[in-house]
């Protein structure tokens, strides 16, 4: 068992991206197995373009023994990163957020959840939103556990079947 004490919650540096890329593929692969080869494809383009932004984010990671074991993605409400699908004035988003599957259920998300919550407040952000999809129990969970509430204004479709649902972490009364 990984002792939660032990991780390290950091910026990534530029050296990492093959590793955080890695991860993320890893961990979204249960998921794109279930989807067309078609959409697989489209799928893995917007996960490699969206982490290819070098502009406009923050590129957060969780290390654990000197190995990068999660990441996640935090842009605030100024970014101007075409990517950005939160478009409310003053809410941050959080964006792929990636645990190594070797490392679920050691609180490694809600590390890396955290501390997106923490920086949007030093920010000055309003909320921060945003998207899962009902495939994705373990996020929705540990979304909801950590306050995060159902906000279906957010929702859109990018693929026709696909819904894509909305949550707003409110930062207003915190």
Not at 11 to 34: G, K, M, P
Not at 78 to 95: F, H, Q, Y
Not at 132 to 154: C, I, N, P, W
Request: net charge negative; proline share 2%.
């Amino acid at each position: 068992m990984t002792d939660i004490n032990k991780i390290c919650i950091r910026n990534a540096v530029e050296s990492e991206q093959d590793i955080i890329r890695a991860i993320v593929e890893e961990a979204y692969e249960e998921y794109a197995r279930t989807m067309s080869d078609s959409m697989r494809e489209e799928y893995n383009r917007r996960l490699v373009t969206t982490l290819g932004i070098k502009e406009s984010v923050e590129r957060i990671v969780a290390e654990s023994g000197g190995n990068i074991v999660g990441s996640v993605l935090l842009y605030h409400s100024t970014s101007s990163a075409s990517e950005r699908v939160v478009r409310n004035p003053g809410w941050a988003e959080l964006r792929l957020l990636a645990v190594h599957p070797s490392m679920r259920g050691h609180g490694v998300g809600a590390l890396l959840v955290q501390e997106c919550i923490r920086r949007a407040q030093v920010n000055g952000e309003r909320a921060i939103g945003l998207h899962t999809k009902d495939e994705m129990h373990s996020a929705v969970r540990l979304y909801e556990r950590l306050g995060f509430t159902r906000f279906q204004d957010l929702d859109f479709s990018p693929a026709s079947g696909v819904l894509l649902k909305g949550y707003c972490y409110n930062l207003d009364n915190r």
